[in-house]
């Protein structure tokens, strides 16, 4: 069992920057893939961005990419996503999610969710 909670959402301007942070619980932390995912309003949750266990591999939506970058330090169970330029766009509530040696893009593919951290960019 993987318990995650995320922190560091906020209101912003565009152009601003915002870390966000996922912790987890559990000593198997270093075995899940983690991703970042988003859910504006009336809209599905989209993925973000991914890192697997290691950290060696990463992956981004191809609107974040260039902007935001994942990384994840394994001594302290935590992933993060730091978010630069931010557009109104990127409005969204933004969930981490634990995936048992997985590397994955597909929502329905990952074990456990957080609850999600508001994210609002103002124009």
């Known amino acids: 069992q993987v318990q995650l909670v995320e922190s560091g959402g906020g209101l912003v301007q565009a152009g601003a920057s915002l870390r966000l942070s996922c912790a987890a619980s559990g000593r198997t932390f270093s075995s899940y893939g983690m991703g970042w995912f988003r859910q504006a309003p009336g809209k599905e949750r989209e993925f973000v961005a991914v890192?697997?266990?290691?950290?060696?591999?990463?992956y981004y939506a191809d609107s974040v990419k260039g902007r935001f970058t994942i990384s994840r330090d394994n001594a302290k169970n935590t992933v993060y996503l730091q978010m630069n330029s931010l557009k109104p766009e990127d409005t969204a509530v933004y969930y981490c999610?634990?995936?048992?040696?997985?590397?994955?893009?597909?929502?329905?593919?990952?074990?456990?969710w957080g609850q999600g951290t508001q994210v609002t960019v103002s124009s």
């Open positions: 890192i697997n266990w290691s950290g060696a591999r990463t």
């Open positions: 999610a634990a995936q048992r040696g997985g590397y994955s893009t597909y929502v329905r593919t990952y074990d456990y």
